[in-house]
């Protein structure tokens, strides 16, 4: 019998699936074993209807949103008519399990009630290590996806309760520090296990039909709250381009073109023009380039609307197979990551453009993954796996948020002190840069800096891919773009050298390596910036009094205080000298 529709039922189950989602990643936070995971929180859980549909997504990074769905299919074709309750799969693979790349590895667990299969529990979490011929399996300078580490493909790691032994073997073998990937591959199975029951308790509250035709139901609902919305903005295209400085073989700038196109209740997201698939790592899978859009879309929209499959129904996205947002195996794709940053960054340019008055201006993103590895005296291995992210771009409506990641990543701070205690170096340097945030009417945020001294060991891999040394974060509406990236290395009292965007390189003891992150770019003219809001900014120490008086035209004298004349008098001299033609971004 076909349950009947009741909307308070329907909106008191979209808020027990949320929330069950929550509690899986809570379960992963207090139970993986690095830092990667459980205090960056590199990681995201999830609840999935049987048809491998997302019903609910877990506080953590919105740029995994997208990816279940796809992942999911593979196990469902691969384990069709013989999904067993105790079962629990796995897959990393981006050609044939539909991941994202080596690190992140996938975990579906079955959720059965009385022999019915309501969906599964999901989650994926990034290993710190995977294998491969660079520890981290985070490296830009691999050229075949064989070279990146374990491949697996859509197998069960538990078969009906039974833990696979053989294939937890071979994780252990093939990885440079088993006990922690072991313990995060069971933090994440753990987290299932707690969606599993969860969901369990509500078909005991509600019955199995009921909950698997109101999941059906909130698909339903989100997809005409989707395209309502997008009925309510006006039809267009508009097109952004972003790039990449290179992909550390050859100096050739990669372009990612975002065309958004809106056509009554739907939205097309093109990146046909794209640049080729590269010969380095950066080359990001096409499922990992659809969760970047629905990511970034999915912030343009309502806060209250559910985040889950009947959202994507609305939104078709477009890349060319071969292209370095859809490559084709067996490309490598370790540092995909990277890419991602930069297509969510095109996104959201062409989303400005289509909605001026709700989109920030360009920020600085993940671009910088720092790996610092090699062994102890005792021949035991360590790494250092750390994406650092720096700031948001100016708002239309207000400042930013310096030292906040980005809202399609959500990532965490990895606290010094953590650092300190479980790795062979010293953090010498973590604050702002300043002058480093696009000057507008409302500032991009300032850039961060954080240096790392080798001390407990000899030497040991520094391998970095990082970005924006040649092409800035965007300001928008007039507003300037935020300061360049930049790498040093120098050795203490030595002179000090900048390394390019993409390296890798023996780390000597005693050395200092730099990672200068980019500044966020502005939105509106800077000449229209609060005078006090500027003032504001010398005293914390944002910006400079050359700065202010550079690029705010805003005088402060040497007691700090602003002098009216004279900044209404440069502010003039500024206005009536600038040229007409406008600003990249603009």
């Keep these: 019998m076909t349950p009947s529709r009741d909307p308070i039922r329907l909106e008191l189950l979209k808020n027990a699936f949320a929330a069950i989602s929550d509690e899986m990643a809570a379960t992963v936070v207090r139970t993986a074993r690095s830092y990667v995971i459980k205090e960056a929180m590199d990681f995201s859980t999830g609840l999935i209807d049987a048809q491998g549909q997302l019903i609910s997504q877990g506080l953590c990074l919105p740029m995994h949103m997208g990816s279940f769905p796809p992942t999911v299919q593979t196990v469902l074709e691969r384990f069709a008519g013989d999904i067993q309750e105790g079962d629990v799969y796995i897959t990393n693979d981006p050609y044939t399990g539909g991941g994202t790349h080596l690190p992140d590895i996938y975990v579906f667990k079955p959720i059965h009630h009385e022999g019915t299969l309501l969906g599964f529990a999901a989650a994926i979490g990034h290993q710190t290590d995977i294998g491969g011929r660079v520890a981290g399996g985070n490296a830009c300078d691999n050229t075949e996806i064989f070279q990146e580490g374990l491949r697996i493909p859509p197998v069960r790691l538990f078969d009906r309760g039974m833990l696979d032994e053989d294939l937890m073997a071979i994780l252990r073998l093939n990885v440079r520090l088993p006990d922690k990937v072991h313990g995060d591959v069971m933090a994440t199975v753990s987290a299932c296990t707690r969606g599993e029951r969860a969901m369990q308790a509500l078909a005991r509250q509600y019955g199995a039909d009921v909950l698997r035709e109101e999941m059906s139901h909130l698909l339903d609902y989100t997809e005409r709250m989707t395209r309502a919305a997008f009925e309510a903005l006006n039809d267009g295209e508009w ?348």
């Design 239 to 586: 097109e952004f381009d972003d790039y990449l400085d290179d992909d550390g073989f050859s100096e050739d700038p990669i372009r990612i073109r975002c065309r958004v196109q809106k056509t009554g209740g739907a939205l097309k997201v093109d990146f046909s023009g794209s640049s080729p698939q590269v010969r380095g790592s950066i080359n990001l899978p096409f499922s990992m380039t659809q969760s970047c859009t629905y990511a970034c879309v999915r912030c343009i929209m309502d806060a209250g609307l559910p985040t889950n499959s009947g959202f994507m129904r609305a939104i078709e996205v477009v890349a060319t197979p071969g292209s370095v947002v859809h490559p084709t195996t067996p490309a490598p794709v370790a540092a995909r990551g990277l890419t991602a940053m930069r297509t969510t960054e095109a996104i959201w340019g062409a989303l400005a453009r289509m909605l001026p008055s709700k989109v920030f201006a360009c920020g600085a993103q993940g671009d910088f993954g720092v790996t610092i590895a090699g062994y102890d005296s005792n021949r035991e291995p360590f790494v250092l796996l750390e994406f650092l992210f720096g700031t948001w771009g100016g708002r239309p409506g207000k400042d930013t948020n310096d030292g906040l990641s980005s809202l399609a990543v959500n990532y965490s701070n990895s606290p010094v002190e953590v650092v300190e205690g479980e790795q062979p170096l010293r953090i010498e340097a973590y604050g702002f840069r300043t002058d480093s945030g696009g000057p507008g009417k409302h500032r991009g945020g300032v850039g961060m800096v954080r240096s790392y001294r080798l001390t407990g060991v000899p030497d040991a891999v520094l391998q970095v891919r990082s970005d924006r040394q040649r092409f800035q974060p965007y300001g928008l509406q007039g507003g300037h773009g935020g300061a360049f990236a930049a790498n040093y290395l120098s050795m203490e009292g030595g002179e000090r050298s900048q390394l390019p965007g993409k390296f890798m390189r023996t780390f000597v003891r005693g050395e200092l390596y730099e990672a200068v992150l980019a500044g966020g770019g502005g939105w509106g003219d800077p000449l229209e910036r609060d005078p006090h809001a500027v003032c504001e900014d010398v005293v914390d120490g944002k910006v400079s009094r050359e700065a202010a008086l550079r690029d705010y035209g805003v005088c402060i004298d040497a007691a700090g205080q602003i002098e009216p004349d004279a900044t209404l008098a440069r502010r003039r001299f500024m206005r009536d000298s600038r040229l007409p033609a406008g600003r990249p971004g603009d």
